[in-house]
């Protein structure tokens, strides 16, 4: 038996019974402001009606999502993420914790930020000052809008998107990074 493949199916069917996804879980979760992971399991068991089982993976989950292959390591994100910046990890963790559950990808660790690539760069992702994170996204054919600003050509992404808090890190956010995820691969 593949533990992966296991592990990517109970999270898939804790979203399908829940009837929410995974940033939304993970909203939950952070919202609660709890840290230990018997807490957390017990809240979600009690708010969302799961049994400890699924409760349970899902906290190891949260607490400790699986990586890309290779990862950016604590140091590196340590150092991009340094200082006044500290406070905009959550938001890089968000995202990468969601976009670590749809398959293989490389994460290269760059001066500031760390570049997100399959076949090619589909994605930015690092601190722009100290209280904004920014996205950038690498597709085509996606009208943009206020949020997802479209960039010049020639630059180094199609679009970008600035965050200024984990809340900003949503469904419609995913949309624009899963085209540019399957665009890459």
């Not at 009690?46 to 906290?59: E, F, M, Q, V």
């Not at 500290?86 to 995202?95: C, F, G, K, S, Y």
Request: proline share 5%.
């Amino acid at each position: 038996m593949d533990v992966e493949k296991a592990y990517q199916s109970q999270i898939d069917n804790i979203q399908i019974k829940t009837g929410k996804s995974l940033v939304q879980l993970f909203d939950i979760i952070r919202q609660s402001g709890l840290t230990k992971h018997g807490e957390i399991r017990d809240m979600l068991k009690s708010t969302l009606g799961i049994g400890y089982g699924d409760a349970n993976t899902l906290t190891h989950f949260y607490l400790n999502p699986p990586s890309a292959k290779p990862v950016a390591g604590d140091s590196v994100l340590d150092e991009i993420y340094a200082g006044p910046k500290a406070t905009l990890r959550p938001i890089h963790e968000t995202v990468m914790a969601e976009l670590s559950v749809w398959g293989e990808f490389e994460v290269a660790p760059k001066k500031g930020y760390v570049s997100l690539r399959r076949k090619k760069q589909f994605a930015m992702l690092g601190p722009a000052t100290n209280s904004r994170v920014e996205l950038g996204l690498n597709m085509k054919g996606v009208p943009g809008t206020d949020r997802l600003v479209e960039q010049p050509a020639g630059g180094m992404c199609n679009y970008k998107v600035k965050l200024a808090s984990a809340d900003e890190v949503d469904a419609e956010l995913f949309g624009w990074l899963r085209t540019a995820f399957d665009s890459a691969g």
